[in-house]
């Protein structure tokens, strides 16, 4: 998936299980990035593109992902939009589902208590090993060695889109040039897909993209602006 992914498991399991509930995560994500991918050619999202594969002959994920990227569309004004850059790319859902199904895959097979992270798309379950809640940084988009607040929780989904390490990525779908205004976007709420959208949505709105989330119900957010000012919401949870 182009990006680090480490997961940390804190049941008190057997090694071998805890081995193939690990080897089971990762192998979805494989696949997902097999199937999703914008660089592989072969790719189930390619084949759609190029006009290969009909979306009728395309596996039911894909379908399913598609339908939710037209309904992201709507509710965000159009700022969402898998077809931002001229060509189908459901990256900026993709990622936070796929982590989304692996996390609630280790709950229902027994692990309560997890924390999968995708290169900042992060979903913790439970409780760390130490039996404390869940700590999450959000990285300074300034400085690759620090965070800029630290969140914490049991059952949290924290997306974070930014342009610190892509550079201006995000396309602002309206007029067909890279978003500029916030540096850093994020977003917590129960499901990552969402909270992967909607943070990559506000990126793209720009500055208006703070007053929209501070309309979106059932979520938190932070942002960092371009010129470096930290914005949060009131109930974001912010570790003591």
Avoid at 93 to 122: E, F, P, T
Avoid at 124 to 137: C, D, K, L, M, N
Avoid at 203 to 232: E, F, K, N, S
Wanted: proline letters at 5%; a negative charge; hydrophobic letters at 45%.
């Amino acid at each position: 998936m182009g990006t680090a992914i480490s997961l940390d498991l804190a049941d008190d399991l057997p090694a071998a299980a805890l081995d193939g509930l690990a080897g089971d995560v990762f192998a979805w994500l494989r696949e997902v990035d097999a199937r999703f991918s914008t660089y592989r050619a072969g790719s189930e999202v390619c084949r759609v593109d190029r006009g290969e594969l009909p979306l009728a002959g395309a596996g039911a994920d894909l379908r399913a992902v598609l339908e939710r990227c037209a309904d992201l569309w709507k509710v965000t004004d159009g700022f969402f939009d898998a077809y931002a850059t001229g060509r189908l790319d459901p990256s900026g859902y993709v990622k936070g589902w796929a982590v989304q199904v692996a996390s609630d895959r280790l709950l229902a097979a027994g692990a309560a208590n997890h924390c999968l992270n995708a290169g900042g798309d992060v979903r913790v379950r439970g409780h760390s090993p130490t039996g404390q809640p869940w700590r999450i940084g959000v990285r300074h988009p300034w400085d690759a060695m620090a965070t800029c607040l630290v969140l914490t929780g049991t059952d949290l989904a924290v997306a974070t889109s930014g342009v610190y390490e892509r550079g201006h990525h995000v396309l602002d779908p309206r007029r067909g040039v890279p978003a500029r205004g916030l540096r850093s976007v994020t977003v917590v709420g129960s499901d990552l897909g969402l909270a992967d959208a909607y943070a990559t949505a506000a990126v793209a709105m720009g500055p208006a993209g703070i007053g929209w989330l501070d309309g979106l119900p059932d979520h938190q957010h932070a942002v960092v602006t371009d010129d470096a000012r930290l914005l949060h919401s009131t109930a974001l949870p912010l570790a003591g």
